[in-house]
């Protein structure tokens, strides 16, 4: 049966360009939008950046800039990348738009105060800028934020609280009973542990004269929204949520058949699977259906950073190899529930190993064995070569595979596939058999083709055009003009 799927990235701050580890999340959503759109469910993938918040105005300043022009300078850095990854994403929403977003956080406020829900308090506390939240003495090290490495500044002033506390029993129901899935199970097992421990209130609003940018407070203009409020609502605010024009979300977030996704990276797990149900619970408005959490992608062991001079840059990876080989690398060699590791070193060898040697020599000498004998594909052969219980077992467990968001298995069954059918040019030596059993070799020569034609297909969600430009020369009984992946010394 058609579904309907939505799917969210995390929406990105622009206070940087985008590194690997955000192309990463957005391979991981594209590749599961784009298997959906396959199968035919109505899809509908939201990406955005994160605006409203103090790291933008300090870039913005950094770089000698007003806060508009920086922005719409980084936004369209932003969809270059995506672009030349090949990141089909729907919409993506900026917080600055007045039109789109601010709509959908304004009712969102009113729905939870109207529930007694926020409460004005004086708060006291030590305040990391880089964070965007107050953090605790016990996570200073030497007196600086770790993640930062910076010293908090101490802030007293009147925020509106958001009763989080109260939901506490409720939002553990909710994952407890897999009306909420978060996925994997140790990431599961971490927010019930943190439920377990109990939610405090958070702060959910900052004094109007304290930050130059968000949205003013419904009816206080003195406070401004504090920035988790305000981003988290971009994902149903996209929608139409809070607006007339709001069909879209009530075909993908306001309905009980609706999958609805969140792939977020394991920092923002409490954000996503405690803040955001509070929120939606104390607003009466549907929780998503599942949470899917990735780990980080590390250089050489470390954590990217620029004092370690690890940090890779996709932009560069792209221009080295392709848009195509940088996706292979992050669905394949990275795993989707660990934190995983990329060097330039190991791209080299995963590309020169498994795109240039791989795919890309089969793609050759089958097309090549192909075109030089005139052989074709037809109808019988796809069918023939479909029904051979290789092609159905590596169908069946990549369905199994996305099924349980294991992305990295369902591209490496393809890979089994190839293997497989290289060790079927070695056995059968098509090229070889044609002078003495002409017959038997032109019908290997078909039924490589038929596995070339399943590969491409299989391909699809992962290296879409790879896909479509195999598929094309063998339509056409074309040889690459060039190598699909020219070797890299
Ligand atoms: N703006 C917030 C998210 C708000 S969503 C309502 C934010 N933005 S971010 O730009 O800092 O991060 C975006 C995503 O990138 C997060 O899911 C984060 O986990 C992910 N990653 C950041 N660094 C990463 C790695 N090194 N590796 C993998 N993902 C990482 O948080």
Redesign the pocket.
Known sequence: MKKIFFITT????PNANL????A??STVCDVMARYHRIAGDETYFLTGS?ENTEKVVRAARAAGKDAGTYLDEININFKNLFSKLGISYDQFIRTTDERSHWPGVVEMWKRIAAQGDLEKRSYKGLYCVGHEAFITEKELIGGKCPDHNESPQILEEENYFFKLSKYTGAIKEKIESGELKVVPESRRNEILALLERGLEDVSFSRPADKVSVGIPVPGDPSQKIYVWAD??T??ISALGFGRKDDALYKKFWDNPDAETIHV?????LR?HAAIWPGMLLSAGLPLPKTILV?????SGGK??SKTLGNIIDPLELINEYGGEAVRYYLARHISLFEDGDITHESFKEAYNGNLANGLGNLVSRTLKMAATNDVEITDEIKIKTAKEKSAGDMHKRQEQALKNFDIKEAVDVVWNYVSLTDEFIQKEAPFKKLKTNKESALENMGLLLGRLEIIAAALQPFMPNTAKEIQRLIKENKMPEKPLFPRKD
């Open positions: 995390p929406i990105f701050y590194h690997l580890g955000h990463y999340t994160d981003a988290l971009n994902y977020i990276g394991k920092d923002i954000f990735h780990g980080f992608i590390t954590k990217m």
